[in-house]
């Protein structure tokens, strides 16, 4: 089972910073932080990891809180196209390397 | 362009037919792993193989069958036993299994039963 909990569902104004909120009190010090999202009917695609930095891609940053039981995944700028399924993944020791995904947040950019 | 890709995109499946969904990566990847996801849920891992001729079972192996004679192949075939067979089927790879590797995923092929 997925050991994150995430909002069902968020809004955010096109033009605007997305600010995608996630729980993860029983991380263990050797897992990773991964975000994903899904658009409709396509694969997911990856958009950021980390441990316990602080980081920044192209796509999004990440901010994890000191305690590591909570992130922050940033849109800094939302456009329409950034309306998907965003998932908050912790990285799961059991059968390698399975990617376990809970029901994730649904985002909507609105004009 | 490097990448994954999987074939069908739709398939369609009669009462007590094995299909066979493909796989293929050209990133020089050595894991690959198959996933189902069912409306309006997460995925869940079937099968995954972390080096050629080797493969491990998932959660839900049951009804399903895979081989990895290549690295860069990993087909997954939906047996007659697996009795609700109709989902989104996502095929991923990662360069290795650290525990910080990252994953990346294919198109997807939707397979619905007849």
């Known amino acids: 089972d997925a050991k994150t909990t995430q909002p069902p569902s968020m809004d955010c104004a096109e033009g605007r910073a997305a600010n995608l909120p996630c729980n993860h009190s029983?991380?263990?010090?050797?897992?990773?932080v991964y975000w994903y999202r899904q658009i409709h009917s396509q694969g997911p695609q990856y958009i950021i990891h980390?441990?316990?930095n602080n980081e920044t891609n192209e796509m999004a940053s990440l901010i994890i809180t000191e305690d590591r039981k909570s992130s922050t995944l940033i849109l800094p700028h939302a456009t329409l196209r950034d309306t998907a399924v965003y998932y908050c993944?912790?990285?799961?020791?059991?059968?390698?390397?399975?990617?376990?995904f809970g029901a994730g947040t649904i985002l909507r950019v609105k004009s | 362009d490097g990448g994954i890709t999987q074939s069908p995109k739709y398939l369609f499946r009669k009462e007590g037919q094995n299909v066979t969904l493909s796989c293929e990566q050209n990133l020089n990847h050595d894991a690959m792993y198959w996933y189902r996801q069912d409306p309006g849920q997460g995925l869940r891992l079937i099968y995954y193989s972390q080096i050629v001729n080797d493969f491990q079972k998932g959660d839900i192996a049951e009804g399903y069958s895979v081989s990895r004679e290549k690295k860069e192949s990993f087909p997954l075939t939906v047996t007659s036993a697996q009795k609700n067979p109709t989902a989104f089927y996502l095929c991923?790879?990662?360069?290795?299994?650290?525990?910080?590797?990252?994953?990346?995923f294919g198109p997807g092929t939707r397979l619905l039963v007849l």
């Open positions: 029983t991380i263990s010090g050797n897992e990773y």
């Open positions: 991923a790879s990662s360069v290795g299994t650290r525990i910080q590797e990252t994953q990346y």
């Open positions: 980390g441990l316990k």
């Open positions: 993944i912790v990285r799961a020791l059991e059968y390698g390397n399975k990617l376990v």
